[in-house]
């Protein structure tokens, strides 16, 4: 062990048994102190102090968990532990599952005013095999005019009008079925037209013809009404 004098500082190596509980009688040779020396006067090395230091922060270490461990009836502070963090971790990927459905939900419920504001989110929905624009069933037909020409002696009879979207959504156009009834109201004729427009935008409004050959016999009635098979 390694014993300084309290005057000079000078230290001195000495054997660890040397020296007994009651002390040592010392005289430094250099500058003639005399001193009774003890154990615990002994000078620590750096070795010694940092390994002293280790077992100081591993008691530290010690004492934290066991702290906690004064709220705990039973069992291991360290696996209860474990279990609150499991259940906060539960807790919060319910939370995420429960925001990607609401927002799921928000886009299904809201899809054809998230494309009326956002024309590009059709393409998502489209993916996923969604209708997000409303097909053209509330579209409405017009200045109907039917005019009967010959063309190449052919008899035709043209229909025209005007399709109009009233709201404020965006409206698949879809096919216009023409059916001719005569007077008796004998279906004569029953024909699917598909239109050069397939989309009628909000308070958007258009022309349309259909041209049919032939529509014998003379008397007829037409009504108008959009395919709803298409
Ligand atoms: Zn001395």
Redesign the pocket.
Known sequence: MLIK?P????IYQIGDDVISKSGLKMH?Q????VFKAYQQDALKLPEEEALEKQNVAKMFEKVIPAASDLFAPQGSPKVRVMHVTQYKNTINYFLVLMLLALMAALLYALRFDVVRYAPVMEKFYQKWGIESVYNGTALEISNIDVSELTQDNVSKIKISGIIKNPSKYAMNVPPLKIVIYDTSGQKLLDTTHYLAQKRAGAYYQFGFEAIMTNPTPKQKNIKINFANDE
């Open positions: 004098c005057k000079c500082e000078t430094c250099k500058c003639d102190e």
